[in-house]
């Protein structure tokens, strides 16, 4: 248990974390001003790669998708086409951005970002 209050719980969590859900690459990276991001791997044939996010109808993964890529080879896996969301949206509470004083703003820590994931994951693998 963190003894840490919410607006800090993010020193206490990985930077990134890989995973496999409904059959699909999952992955969370922790972007330069400490939000969270949660992405999904889409292997060549599936019906969304090489897609742009918002080609991509989704269903209540965190307000929506707002990243599609290919993979680097160094944050996200070479050979997939990247697709995900940022917790950086108004009302995302954001630990290196100043622009959090007017308060209410809600840190979407790991447990909640892997959720997400996992709920896009299962939507992809639907859509297979």
Same mark, same amino acid.
């Given at each position: %248990?963190?003894?840490?209050?919410?607006?800090? !719980?993010?020193? *206490? *969590?990985?930077?990134?974390? +890989? /995973?496999?859900?409904?059959? @699909?690459?999952?992955?969370?990276?922790?972007?330069? /001003? %400490?939000?969270?991001?949660?992405?999904?791997?889409?292997?060549?044939?599936?019906?969304?790669?090489?897609?742009?996010?918002?080609?991509? *109808? #989704?269903?209540?993964?965190?307000?929506?998708?707002? /990243?599609?890529?290919?993979?680097?080879?160094?944050?996200?896996?070479?050979?997939?086409?990247? @697709?995900?969301?940022?917790?950086?949206? =108004?009302?995302?509470? #954001? =630990?290196?951005?100043?622009?959090?004083? !007017?308060?209410? *703003?809600?840190?979407?820590? @790991?447990?909640? #970002?892997? +959720?997400? #994931? &996992? &709920?896009?994951? &299962?939507?992809? &693998?639907?859509?297979?």
């Amino acid at each position: %248990m963190s003894l840490l209050s919410d607006e800090w !719980k993010w020193l *206490e *969590e990985p930077n990134k974390e +890989d /995973f496999e859900h409904a059959g @699909i690459r999952c992955l969370i990276l922790r972007d330069r /001003f %400490m939000w969270l991001g949660g992405y999904v791997g889409l292997a060549e044939g599936h019906p969304h790669y090489g897609k742009h996010f918002r080609d991509i *109808e #989704v269903d209540g993964v965190h307000r929506g998708l707002n /990243f599609s890529g290919r993979g680097d080879g160094e944050k996200r896996e070479a050979g997939l086409w990247w @697709i995900g969301f940022y917790c950086d949206r =108004p009302g995302d509470y #954001v =630990p290196g951005r100043l622009d959090n004083l !007017k308060g209410g *703003e809600i840190y979407r820590d @790991i447990n909640y #970002v892997r +959720d997400e #994931v &996992k &709920k896009l994951a &299962k939507q992809m &693998k639907d859509a297979a």
